[in-house]
């Protein structure tokens, strides 16, 4: 900046910026139109020249039309015997102009419908491959939440709108110099005139797409709250609650209220933009009679022919549609950059670097180990974890006892490498897990977490989730059902391991909380190479006797297995080899139920509290 406030020659002025958005990312986006469909590309950059060249070939052969008719006229007044056979053929040759003006804009249109479908796919597509690169606490951000809504909502469309408008802006380019070549004959002042009348429309727009921008990306999270909104009220996991607490009239008087204070936004805006575009737009429309005009008066004084009236009138009312088109081009390019930016912006999230690449660990005996382990969750003013160590070797089972809240399903994800240490280290087989390469390491695990998912897919499939290796395996899916528990009431339902589950799609079934559990073990059991089996409360939903028959069958299954169980069941977590109990993230009792209970600390007072619920 100067001394004196204002840009310097090295410092980009407001209108400049505006300008240069204009462009920003249209290479970009020409680049995806292209790699999606080449073809259509190629189609849609002919079609455009086609439709850019042939209305000045249309207005010109009017003109010969008039002139043609005006001199046989002369010759018929004159009592001669004039031919119409050149009127014919100007007549004919127009009509073949304006039908191939037509097929032109057609084919723009087939083009543009051919690659929106297939562009808008392309970018979903690649907004859901870059969310399986990112990280667990990535998801658990509300910014990124943000980042992903935008780009969901509005940019998924924007690529071929950019591209669309460069096309036509290339057409109303051609179709300007074409008019102007004609134009100029006529003077030099009339071309100035019709690029000069649209530039206080262009300036109007370009401001208002980016206040329109400014309010897109202000009311992002506005916009999320209402899309949850939506599903609490519409969906069949939430349908029970809200009847019974009767909040269905409070969460909907909350989706009216954030309708109203985005919508009072939008109509300000909106009044603005419009009255703005009505009062510039007056000046586009006096300088287009005031031309109408200037030509008539020519006409008059025998400057120029009829013919050439009639020609400079259209091609001064065509030309300024072509300069209106071309403005309004350059503004909604402004603003597609803006809105592709949000696309962008979201592609080029930060994403890891991959680990390590280690296959199979150094000390296969060793089993894991924790190290002074402190974990953080993002955003959170306190520790999780809080210098764990521990050791389980193989064959051996921990269990995790611990309030809600303790830290329990922390550690595990830990384990998973869902989440990274921010202090110590998991070593697995004598390596420490950011050696391990990610694959490899979650293959050696088979885990079932507490809120673990219900797919609205086939009960197959919903068990062979667990391997993508064999998703759709049925003899694994069988193996796996068998140990999870779960082949006696899956053989009960109506098309056994190809019945739909789940509520959103025809002749779909729900299960029972405890038959869900079942499907969830399952899962856990079809990693056939998983020597640490993870189960994290899986039974919440049964009763304490198929709890523990589930967990004796369990004991059995895992063998030579690590095997770490998190229960609030003590009838059930005493069968473990280890037991630790955490509180507020760290270990504060470590043994086998023997041990533990000669204590006398906390597991002992929490085992004798519940056993003498079961008295």
């Not at 020409?30 to 070939?57: C, D, F, H, K, N």
């Not at 392309?122 to 509300?142: C, G, P, Y």
């Not at 109509?267 to 429309?285: E, P, Q, V």
Request: proline fraction near 3%; glycine fraction near 8%.
């Amino acid at each position: 900046m100067s001394p004196h406030g204002s840009p310097t020659a090295s410092e980009p002025t407001e209108l400049t910026r505006s300008f240069l958005g204009v462009f920003r990312f249209s290479g970009r986006a020409l680049e995806l139109v292209w790699s999606t469909s080449r073809s259509l590309t190629i189609a849609l950059a002919l079609l455009t020249i086609a439709a850019g060249l042939l209305p000045a070939g249309v207005a010109y052969i009017g003109k010969e039309i008039v002139d043609a008719v005006v001199g046989a006229s002369r010759v018929v007044a004159a009592g001669g015997d004039a031919s119409l056979s050149r009127v014919f053929a100007w007549v004919a040759l127009e009509g073949v102009l304006v039908a191939a003006l037509a097929g032109a804009q057609r084919g723009l249109s087939l083009c543009q419908s051919l690659l929106r479908a297939q562009l808008g796919q392309r970018v979903n597509v690649m907004i859901l491959e870059k969310a399986l690169t990112l990280e667990l606490a990535q998801f658990e951000d509300s910014e990124f939440y943000d980042k992903l809504t935008r780009a969901r909502r509005e940019a998924s469309t924007k690529p071929l709108s950019l591209v669309t408008r460069t096309f036509g802006l290339g057409q109303n380019a051609i179709s300007l110099v074409s008019y102007g070549t004609l134009l100029f004959q006529f003077s030099p002042w009339a071309v100035l005139v019709l690029v000069l009348a649209g530039l206080p429309s262009f300036f109007a727009e370009t401001k208002f797409s980016g206040d329109a921008f400014r309010l897109f990306r202000w009311r992002s999270p506005e916009t999320r709250m209402q899309l949850y909104l939506e599903t609490v009220l519409a969906r069949e996991d939430h349908a029970k609650e809200v009847k019974l607490f009767g909040l269905g009239p409070l969460l909907l008087q909350r989706y009216r209220d954030i309708f109203h204070l985005l919508y009072g936004a939008d109509r300000k805006l909106a009044i603005r933009r419009d009255s703005w575009g009505f009062g510039l737009g007056l000046l586009g429309t006096l300088t287009l009679y005031g031309a109408y005009a200037w030509i008539a008066m020519s006409t008059v004084i025998a400057r120029i022919t009829l013919g050439q009236m009639t020609m400079y009138l259209m091609l001064f009312r065509q030309g300024q549609s072509a300069v209106s088109a071309m403005l309004s081009a350059i503004g909604g390019m402004y603003e597609d950059n803006l809105y592709l930016s949000t696309l962008y912006e979201y592609l080029e999230t930060p994403v890891p670097d991959a680990a390590g690449a280690t296959q199979r660990g150094a000390k296969p005996e060793d089993g894991i180990r924790f190290e002074q382990v402190s974990f953080t969750y993002p955003g959170a003013s306190e520790p999780a974890l809080r210098e764990i160590d521990l050791h389980i070797r193989p064959g051996q089972s921990l269990a995790l006892v611990g309030q809600n809240g303790s830290g329990k399903t922390t550690l595990i994800k830990l384990l998973t490498r869902l989440y990274t240490p921010d202090h110590g280290r998991i070593v697995l087989d004598g390596t420490d897990l950011r050696e391990w390469d990610e694959t490899a390491l979650r293959q050696r695990i088979g885990v079932i977490f507490q809120d673990f998912a219900r797919y609205q897919m086939r009960v197959g499939e919903n068990v062979g989730a667990g391997d993508v290796t064999h998703f759709a395996d049925a003899a694994r899916w069988r193996e796996a059902s068998d140990k999870g528990m779960a082949s006696e009431f899956i053989d009960s339902l109506p098309a056994g391991f190809d019945t739909q589950l789940g509520k959103w799609f025809r002749e779909g079934r729900e299960l029972s909380g405890g038959q869900w559990q079942k499907i969830a073990l399952a899962r856990a059991f079809m990693r056939s190479r998983a020597d640490i089996l993870v189960l994290d409360e899986p039974t919440a939903a049964m009763d304490a006797q198929a709890e523990a028959t589930i967990y004796e069958h369990f004991r059995e299954l895992a063998g030579q297995r690590i095997a770490i169980l998190i229960s609030h069941r003590f009838s059930t977590v005493r069968m473990a080899d280890q037991i630790i109990v955490i509180q507020d993230g760290r270990i504060i009792e470590h043994g086998d139920h023997t041990q533990l209970m000669a204590q006398e600390g906390h597991y002992a007072h929490l085992f004798t509290l519940q056993a003498q619920g079961y008295r």
